[in-house]
């Protein structure tokens, strides 16, 4: 009913109490929308938001949505938290409830792609990218050649130049062995002893792969002196 809404709206314009328009998201215009999502963080609870979303991206079929699963991923990584008044652990547990076993036909794996595409192109690459690369993966192993395509193209873009994604970038790497070898070692031979250092177990499956026949003639010596350099020393004998 067109008074109720006015009444909703009304209310949220005077308060910003995402509870008066969380039932009816899918009734705003984009603008409402846009000021109506990042408060959706803060006060609304996780079932909350989990309710609210899913009302406002599941659409009839053949239906035109206001909003796409990927450009709430991408509004919520890009969010400026003082405009907004947020903090920071409100907007993760928000794309927590997202990335929820719940959720995943709602913001499937398309969708996730989707938006990790446009955070990864971004510069600069939003906060809380990597996060969700790595919720990707556990949420969606099949996206496992994508996401490593994504680390390919952050090392193109000198990602140890990024000292908080950079932590991300390892703690992936980490998460997605051995699938993600291949790319850790197109790292520069410099950048990749400094990053063998903080993940020493990384060593044994690069040595792995490295030694692999197709693998050795297609990494660079300079890599491969830095493997060796940064072998264990062999164990005593008892």
């Known amino acids: ?3 109720l809404l006015a009444t909703a709206r009304g209310a949220f314009k005077r308060t910003r109490d995402a509870r008066y328009v969380a039932p009816v998201l899918h009734a705003l215009s984009r603008e409402e929308l846009d000021e109506a999502l990042p ?3 803060d006060g609304v609870g996780e079932a909350g938001v989990r309710a609210a979303l899913t009302k406002l991206l599941r659409v009839p079929e053949g239906a035109e949505p206001l909003i796409s699963a990927a450009d709430v991923i991408v509004l919520y990584h890009t969010l400026d938290l003082a405009k907004h008044s947020l903090s920071l652990k409100k907007v993760v547990e928000t794309l927590n409830v997202c990335a929820s076993a719940p959720m995943r036909e709602v913001f499937d794996s398309q ?3 989707a938006a990790l595409q446009r955070l990864v192109a971004m510069d600069p690459v939003p906060l809380l990218t990597m996060r969700t690369v790595m919720q990707a ?3 969606f192993p099949k996206l496992s050649a994508f996401a490593m395509d994504l680390l390919g193209r ?3 873009r000198q990602v140890w130049r990024m000292p908080k994604l950079w932590e991300g970038f ?3 790497v980490q998460q997605a062995s051995p699938q993600s070898i291949p790319v850790f070692l197109q790292l520069p031979p410099q950048v ?3 990053a063998l250092k903080k993940l020493p177990g990384l060593h044994a499956p690069c040595s792995r792969y490295a030694a692999m026949p197709n693998a050795s003639q297609t990494i660079p010596r300079a890599t491969l002196d830095v493997l060796r350099q940064a072998a264990p020393p062999p164990r005593a004998p008892r």
Do not use: D, G, K, T
Request: aromatic letters at 0%.
């Open 1 to 3: 009913p067109e008074a």
């Open 39 to 41: 408060r959706l963080c």
């Open 111 to 113: 969708s996730v792609a």
């Open 137 to 139: 993966l556990q949420s």
């Open 154 to 156: 952050l090392i193109a």
């Open 170 to 172: 390892l703690r992936c």
């Open 192 to 194: 990749l002893a400094e």
